[in-house]
């Protein structure tokens, strides 16, 4: 296989972002009954926030120099890092990059994290438990909390724990 890495994505690595970001929206909207806008595209704020907000920082995973997921956190200038969004392309799950990333992002930045995701996603419900059991053995917490200013929509569903020179850190 080739060399895997992760790495902060910088300007130029944007549209390659923005490409994957639309294939993640598609993922979930098979979950969520999102369709996209009449131009073919997802809402992308999120894109937006992690490429110019203070406390946000975008990641890129690639296998050789293929573009392989991304992800979003949130948070870095407050108490909480947030994994805002997370992405693997399906031709490169299941082989464990999805776990690396994740430890690799959150060990460039210790402290406490959360990751939500939605119980509708069975495929999501595993990693997301499977990851924080691998990264804080035995000290992680599951909850689910309502989405802000929307109920219509179902609770997501929230894992918490700490990484970086705690006990039971695992990372």
């Given at each position: 296989?080739?060399?895997?890495?992760?790495?902060?994505?910088?300007?130029?690595?944007?549209?390659t972002?923005?490409?994957?970001?639309?294939?993640?929206?598609?993922d979930?909207?098979?979950?969520?009954?999102?369709?996209?806008?009449?131009?073919?595209?997802?809402?992308?704020?999120?894109?937006?926030?992690?490429?110019?907000?203070?406390?946000?920082?975008?990641?890129?995973?690639?296998?050789?120099?293929?573009?392989?997921?991304?992800?979003?956190?949130?948070?870095?200038?407050?108490?909480?890092?947030?994994?805002?969004?997370?992405?693997?392309?399906?031709?490169?799950?299941?082989?464990?990059l999805?776990?690396?990333?994740?430890?690799?992002?959150?060990?460039r930045?210790?402290g406490?994290?959360?990751?939500a995701?939605?119980?509708?996603?069975?495929?999501?419900?595993?990693?997301?438990?499977?990851?924080?059991?691998?990264?804080a053995?035995?000290?992680?917490?599951?909850?689910?909390?309502?989405?802000?200013?929307?109920?219509?929509?179902?609770?997501?569903?929230?894992?918490?724990?700490?990484?970086?020179?705690?006990?039971?850190?695992?990372?």
């Open positions: 296989m080739p060399d895997v890495s992760v790495r902060p994505a910088t300007a130029e690595d944007r549209p972002v923005e490409r994957l970001w639309l294939m993640f929206r598609h979930l909207s098979g979950f969520m009954g999102v369709l996209p806008h009449p131009d073919g595209t997802f809402r992308s704020e999120r894109v937006d926030a992690a490429f110019t907000e203070e406390g946000w920082a975008p990641y890129l995973l690639l296998r050789g120099d293929r573009p392989v997921g991304f992800a979003f956190v949130r948070g870095l200038n407050g108490p909480t890092r947030v994994l805002n969004s997370f992405f693997v392309v399906r031709g490169a799950r299941r082989e464990g999805g776990t690396r990333m994740v430890r690799e992002v959150v060990q930045h210790p406490p994290w959360e990751i995701f939605q119980y509708e996603n069975e495929p999501a419900v595993r990693f997301w438990r499977r990851v924080a059991s691998a990264l053995p035995g000290a992680w917490t599951e909850e689910t909390r309502p989405v802000p200013h929307r109920p219509d929509l179902p609770p997501d569903v929230w894992i918490s724990f700490r990484a970086g020179g705690g006990a039971g850190e695992g990372a």
